[in-house]
Every structure is written in C-alpha cells, then in structure tokens.
C-alpha cells in the first residue's frame, strides 16, 4: 500500500493487473485473484523519484514518467521470476516544473503513447521490436496544460494555461 499520495493508476488490458504510482517514490502492482476477486500486492518497485504518469502499454509492459525526469522508464514482466523488471529508459523532452495534470494515454491501434513531461507533450510510436521513438514534440511554454488523445489516435486534445482555450490537433501525426 502507498504511505502517501497516489498520482496515477492503469489497468492492463486484460484488466486483471492494475499499477498505481505516488509520493512516496513506489510504483505497486497488483494482481486480481481469480478466485476469490480480491486485490492483491505482488510486487513493489522503488524508484528514485516519485511519478506522476504511468500506463500500461499492452497487456505486460508499463512505461513510468518520474516527475520532471528527461528518462520514461519502461518495465517488462517476466514469466521466470514473475516480476516487473526495468528494461529501458527512453530519453524525453523535458523541463524543470512539472505537474500532475494529463495522464499518460496509450493508443493501441497505432502504438502511440502520449507523454507529458514538464513543458513538453511526447508523441512516442512503440515499435513492435521494442523501440522507442519520439514522432512529435510540442512545446507548450508551460507546465500547466492538460489533454488526452482519441481512441483512433487522430486528434490530440489540449487545454493550457497560457491560451486558456481547449484545443484540437487533428491528423497532426504523421505514423
């Protein structure tokens, strides 16, 4: 269980292992028990820094954003030792504040996370060899913004301090 504030929580596909993140520098996991449908703690990650985003990409890998960190950390679970296990940080636009606001969203049918770290929103396209790479930056100036993608991974969808208007970005990724 976390000690302190919880900032973010995912399900895995499948829905029956859930990871949440929070102040007190741990990422849990949790496993649904097929028989009596209780929650239980399999695993707890201590990392150096706390989070704010984390999601599941798929049904056994989850990617974790330490707060105002140019590293996205990506873990992998492993049937031999049944552990989520560090396998990569992914270098990321970055800046010095950051906030809690927009949670990590992944987009299956393109393989597209989108990331926010400090000022900057990344688009990630998960390649199906394991890498990583940054498709799009974009630098809003501010910390302070907030915003999901759609389903089809078309439109991008803001709100930002500095404009104070909602805005839309359609088909403004080329994947």
């Not at 990409?57 to 140019?70: D, K, L, T, W």
């Not at 636009?93 to 989108?114: A, D, E, G, R």
């Not at 100036?141 to 991974?153: K, L, N, V």
Request: proline share 1%.
């Amino acid at each position: 269980m976390h000690k302190e504030q919880i900032r973010c929580i995912s399900f895995n596909e499948s829905q029956n292992y859930l990871i949440s993140c929070g102040d007190d520098n741990l990422i849990n996991i949790y496993k649904l028990e097929k028989i009596n449908k209780q929650w239980t703690t399999i695993q707890q990650i201590k990392v150096d820094q706390c989070g704010y985003r984390l999601c599941f990409i798929g049904e056994n890998q989850f990617v974790f954003q330490p707060r105002c960190s140019a590293k996205l950390e990506v873990y992998q679970y492993y049937n031999d030792d049944y552990k989520y296990k560090k396998i990569l940080e992914q270098q990321v636009q970055t800046s010095q504040y950051c906030n809690h606001l927009f949670p990590q969203k992944w987009v299956k049918s393109k393989s597209i996370l989108l990331n926010k770290a400090g000022n900057y929103l990344n688009v990630i396209k998960v390649h199906q060899n394991g890498q990583f790479l940054i498709e799009q930056v974009i630098d809003f100036g501010t910390a302070c913004f907030y915003g999901t993608i759609s389903e089809d991974g078309n439109d991008i969808i803001t709100w930002d301090y500095e404009s104070n208007q909602i805005q839309i970005r359609r088909n403004s990724l080329i994947i």
